[in-house]
């Protein structure tokens, strides 16, 4: 399969990174067909939502509103309230496919493909970008 | 790829449209595969739910609940409250991807394929469905 | 299309059933390519997550709480509260894909595939996996 890991630093603080070139590149040239995104972290998701007007800091911050960091979590490993960060990926899914239309990701004007890391204590992530030929 | 997008009025009011049908005609005769149903648009979702019994109107209500349209969010364009939509998609993804068997997704019984669209501004939205053959 | 329905007992409480073993035996000696995981009901979703630290009790915990099974929804077959199992999967979706390379899925670590069930009156469900070669 035409697949592929590459690195990300998230940082130390709970982010919204814009992967869209990244993926974007590794697609370029290959025709027709499917991108599958997927994120191999528990504690990590893949949006697909607008950048640059504030929504990713909205989302955020809205996560951290859902998923209080609190001590209501069983989970209790790593940095308090780090067992919300465990339950985010079943609402904003590590997977995402993505419709691929001659090398191009077919997103609309609007639309970036995020990676959302509310996990404080990884700096650094790792996204496979996946290629299935039409 | 075999690949298509089509029209759909939702009005001014959010909505969850029913797109099966629309779908469902789409892969009919193409043998076995998976389908992709992908919203191009920063403020919307694809939601695999029941339909009939009121869960689709649940679900916009409790978009409302969980979403609320007041002055919290960065993003400040369009209607008041707008910025809720744009977190949506992070939660409510704009992809989707069904199996089809012998031309026909195998759903449940009582599953439907909705988008998903609480923006009151946008009227009409494009859907983009693609079928990649196993 | 190589493909297979499986059951699975998820009981009469809400549950959350580690299914990893039985995609990863499907996928087992097929190369490359990605696996479809759809859940064929209405009230169910597929979630990849942490399991064996709790996070898999944090999420029905957490679901309870961002869907009470109260009377506020409109849907209102089955046991009291049942209307919230009908929203669950617009956040949890019923249908993941995952990456497969050498008959493997590129899961992380940490994760596994769970079927998240919050329904109470149905004991047993049906999962799914279709691969798609690359």
């Given at each position: 399969m035409d697949t592929e890991v590459f690195r990300i630093r998230t940082g130390d603080a709970p982010s919204a990174a814009d992967i869209t070139g990244r993926v974007a590149a590794f697609v370029r040239?290959?025709?027709?067909g499917l991108v599958s995104v997927f994120v191999p972290h528990a504690t990590a998701g893949v949006a697909i939502i607008e950048t640059g007007a504030g929504s990713d800091r909205d989302l955020i911050r809205h996560l951290d509103e859902l998923?209080?960091?609190?001590?209501?979590?069983?989970?209790?490993?790593?940095?308090?309230?780090?067992?919300a960060d465990h339950v985010l990926p079943a609402f904003v899914s590590p997977s995402a496919v993505i419709p691929v239309v001659d090398g191009v990701?077919?997103?609309?004007?609007w639309q970036s493909v995020l990676l959302v890391?509310?996990?404080?204590?990884?700096h650094h992530r790792s996204v496979r970008v996946s290629f299935i030929s039409a």
């Open positions: 040239g290959k025709g027709d998923f209080p960091r609190d001590s209501r979590w069983r989970h209790r490993h790593g940095a308090p309230g780090h067992g990701m077919a997103l609309g004007t890391d509310t996990n404080r204590d990884n």
